[in-house]
């Protein structure tokens, strides 16, 4: 009886410390693989129309190792790029973010609304745009993407795109002096290499 009680004891004390272990393990393996800032951007108060679809990328350290935390959100919106970026922009200065007036602003030239905010040690760009519209495919074919200047259909591309790229301000060129590009100090005037996209190419994932 007695070896039976110490067992039942030892399992019962074996049961408790596996539980009491896992649970905190459990919420700091969701807590490391779930970076914090697209929780702030979840707890934006935007209307469900202005946040339809969801689509998250991740890329960096964020410790900042070799490249700091590069977090990219691209959201579909139910609504016009107008009404769409009003309700973004007054969410963001409801949430702490601050308007950031820097050139460049953006990068490269962008349709529809491009605005940059900072918020501690964080800054955001948010592009708001009407969205690009691909054709059904043909005969089985796969669909061909539009090019950059198709205008989206009515009633077939209705709604805007919203995307978001938050950087650590340490990692963003654009709080660092900027050079100076006068031709009599350079030997001549750089030529950025302009594209459609001025947050550059997107890889989404799932969120």
Do not use: H
Request: one cysteine or more; a negative charge; hydrophobic letters at 35%.
């Amino acid at each position: 009886m007695r070896e039976r009680r110490r067992l039942r004891l030892g399992v019962l004390v074996l049961v408790s410390v596996v539980l009491l272990g896992a649970i905190p393990l459990y919420f700091g393996i969701r807590t490391l693989s779930r970076d914090p800032v697209f929780d702030t951007l979840d707890s934006l108060d935007v209307p469900s129309w202005a946040a339809v679809k969801t689509v998250d990328n991740v890329s960096g350290s964020r410790w900042c190792l070799q490249d700091c935390r590069l977090r990219e959100r691209t959201v579909e919106s139910e609504r016009a790029p107008e009404e769409t970026a009003r309700v973004y922009e007054t969410a963001l200065r409801e949430d702490g973010w601050a308007p950031w007036k820097v050139s460049p602003c953006p990068e490269q030239p962008a349709k529809g609304s491009y605005t940059c905010w900072r918020r501690d040690e964080l800054t955001l760009d948010l592009w708001v745009r009407e969205p690009t519209c691909v054709p059904p495919p043909v005969d089985g074919e796969p669909a061909v993407p539009p090019s950059p200047e198709a205008s989206p259909a009515a009633g077939d591309c209705a709604g805007s795109l919203v995307s978001v790229k938050v950087r650590n301000a340490i990692d963003d060129e654009r709080t660092r002096p900027q050079p100076s590009t006068d031709p009599s100090l350079t030997g001549e005037d750089p030529f950025p290499t302009i594209t459609d996209d001025p947050l550059g190419e997107l890889t989404p994932s799932p969120s």
